[in-house]
């Protein structure tokens, strides 16, 4: 017998279902090779179990296996991380090297960055640095790793503060950590990276940032430098356009122009005013949902925006998040501003005796909820700390929960297609951090994957994204410029109806547990919201629109004729522009705030008893009868938020 054979062998699984077996101390790279030469040689990277690891990483019994080549979709998040040490180095060549101290610098989805303290540089400066970098990738340098010990890493790292605390944490778990070095320069990283600076292709450097430490703000400010790296020019090129048009379409700004919402250092971060203008358009969010809601059999309650802390520990967001929580006393007692509604609903539920005749109930409320989020986390209405939730709970016996699942489904694809939105769905499994039996998550995960299945939708799998109390669908969906966000979710929960004591009495006249479904249509308001300033530009459709039509009189002459058409349209959002302008200006006005249609009156049209009309595409058309427009008006509304298909088949 030769000595590989009588090695020791684990085994690992291939994309394709399949085993390899390997020896006990084969790598990523090993097993490419046992796979092909080529694929050995062609090998870059790989994911263990979905997570991205270097090449030279030891496999284990049982590992999901996936090789990284140049062709996979990771490989650009191993070169811009490669990317983001030739920043560093770069910085450490033009600066003082002692004094600028190394902090992390991660792959992003859209680049890299990497944090320094003791920097002071400006925007007038990444020109220096981009072209230092670009030097560093043409010297071709191997990047090399290395295995260390915890002491001599210690070593190698005494004049790095922020480094020597990442140690210390690894330390408690790992008796080594791994460097990579290209030419002069090192790093503590657990990689992977690409094998030399000359394989990254093109980096430009974008932006300047203060960030705390680790996100907080109780820490240190430290510089943040962006960028981002691409394997060709063209390919960059392509970036910076969407870049662009991502800046123009920035939902903080076109929020100030329209006076949506502001958010103010007086009023306290994270956490959003909803100025006249903005609220309309939530009123409209909410009023769909409600329709929704009321069709589908929902009840609406409320509960209060903040509970004794009794009910988070029976519910389990104590222990799971509390450091998410504001806390505070009130006396001898203990409250926290309620991160999510589900327990509120869950207590309502237990008021009550149930039948199984009485099952479904179905919860509905548009409920703030409160995240202690870090300060430097905090960007717009993307990421608050006050926000709502179209929020359903639903308590169902065993046998419903498919139908019932399928209906929330439903209600989220009709919502997605009444604003044009493609979508993508993926099951979220159980998280590290969770509350319940294997039993009953496996139990919870499979009802719905069944679910998925029966219905051929395809879908992707999010292992470990699940919420703390059960697996989930969730729904993401692009916008207008190709972005993606996390929107909707169906969420399965035998978790908290044991952790409340929910019971129905059955069929059986014997007491039975419900099982909790969560749902959520938009996900929440400030997020949907966000998304749709962005996705529309501003020029939100006519049903949405804060300011639908707007009357512009020609001379003041005018001015009592354009209230009376103005009155003629008190069914829509319509004002009259009554000052001393010239009418070029008016429409130049209505124009920058995006106002659907205006309407032109004059000598002519008053004599006539009619109107002009303009539309936000520069379209006019003259001698337009009153009731006309009206109507049109109530086509287009019509059009556009449609009842759903699943009301229609009814």
């Not at 922020?162 to 330390?171: G, I």
């Not at 903040?306 to 509390?322: A, I, M």
């Not at 972005?483 to 908290?496: A, E, K």
């Not at 014997?510 to 929440?524: D, F, K, T």
Request: hydrophobic letters at 35%; a negative charge.
């Amino acid at each position: 017998m030769s000595e590989s054979d009588s090695q020791e062998q684990v085994a690992v699984v291939l994309p394709d279902g399949s085993a390899l077996e390997v020896n006990a101390d084969a790598t990523v790279e090993d097993c490419a090779y046992e796979i092909g030469p080529g694929l050995g040689s062609d090998t870059v990277a790989g994911k263990l179990d979905g997570d991205l690891v270097a090449k030279e990483q030891p496999v284990y019994d049982g590992a999901e296996l996936e090789i990284i080549t140049e062709q996979s979709d990771e490989y650009l998040d191993v070169m811009r991380h490669s990317a983001a040490h030739c920043l560093a180095q770069a910085v450490e060549r033009l600066y003082d090297e002692g004094a600028v101290k190394l902090a992390i610098g991660p792959p992003t989805d859209e680049g890299f960055y990497y944090d320094f303290d003791n920097l002071d540089i400006d925007a007038e400066d990444l020109a220096d640095l981009e072209d230092e970098i670009a030097a560093i990738i043409e010297a071709d340098y191997e990047i090399e790793r290395e295995v260390v010990s915890i002491d001599d890493a210690e070593a190698r790292l005494a004049d790095e503060p922020y480094k020597l605390e990442l140690l210390e944490e690894l330390a408690e778990e790992e008796d080594t950590v791994t460097f990579y070095s290209q030419g002069e320069w090192e790093d503590l990283c657990a990689g992977p990276h690409v094998d030399s600076t000359g394989e990254i292709g093109v980096v430009e450097l974008l932006e300047i940032a203060g960030a705390y430490w680790r996100g907080d703000e109780d820490n240190t400010m430290q510089t943040r430098i962006y960028g981002t790296a691409f394997e060709d020019e063209g390919d960059l090129e392509d970036f910076l356009e969407r870049k662009q048009e991502a800046e123009k379409r920035d939902h903080r700004r076109i929020g100030n122009e329209m006076d949506l919402f502001s958010i103010q250092d007086v009023t306290g971060p994270g956490l959003p005013l909803y100025h006249p203008a903005g609220k309309t358009v939530l009123k409209e969010l909410e009023d769909f949902v409600e329709d929704l809601n009321k069709d589908a059999g929902y009840d609406y309650v409320e509960t209060p925006h903040v509970f004794k802390t009794d009910l988070w520990h029976r519910s389990g967001h104590y222990e799971n998040y509390q450091d998410d929580m504001f806390i505070f006393d009130v006396g001898d007692d203990e409250f926290g501003l309620k991160p999510m509604n589900c327990p509120g609903h869950a207590a309502i539920f237990q008021d009550h005796s149930w039948s199984y005749r009485d099952l479904p109930i179905r919860y509905a409320e548009n409920g703030k909820v409160y995240r202690k989020e870090q300060r430097g986390e905090l960007s717009g209405l993307s990421r608050v700390w006050a926000f709502t939730i179209d929020d359903g709970h639903l308590f169902v016996r065993p046998e419903q929960i498919k139908s019932e699942v399928e209906a929330i489904m439903d209600m989220i694809t009709d919502v997605l297609e009444t604003f044009d939105l493609e979508y993508e769905m993926a099951l979220a499994t159980r998280p590290e951090k969770s509350v319940g039996s294997d039993e009953i998550w496996t139990r919870a995960e499979e009802q719905l994957e069944s679910v998925l299945d029966s219905h051929g939708h395809e879908y992707d799998i999010e292992e470990g994204d699940g919420a703390f109390y059960g697996p989930k669908i969730d729904f993401a969906f692009e916008d207008a410029i190709g972005r993606s966000w996390d929107g909707p979710t169906v969420q399965l929960d035998f978790n908290m109806p044991e952790r409340f004591d929910l019971n129905y009495v059955g069929e059986d006249n014997e007491e039975h547990r419900p099982v909790m479904i969560h749902r959520a249509l938009y996900g929440s308001y400030e997020r949907f919201f966000m998304m749709l300033i962005e996705h529309y530009e501003g020029r939100f459709p006519l049903w949405l629109a804060p300011e639908q039509v707007r009357v512009l009189p020609i001379s003041d002459d005018n001015l009592g004729y354009a209230h009376r058409v103005a009155n003629e349209f008190d069914d829509f959002r319509v004002e009259v522009d009554g000052r001393d302008s010239t009418l070029e200006r008016k429409i130049r006005a209505a124009h920058d705030d995006r106002v659907p249609y205006q309407i032109i009156v004059g000598d002519n049209e008053e004599a006539d008893g009619n109107i002009s009309v303009r539309d936000r595409f520069e379209d006019q058309e003259y001698d337009v009868e009153i009731e006309a427009f009206k109507t049109h008006l109530e086509d287009e509304i019509e059009d556009q938020r449609t009842e759903p298909d699943f009301l229609q088949d009814e």
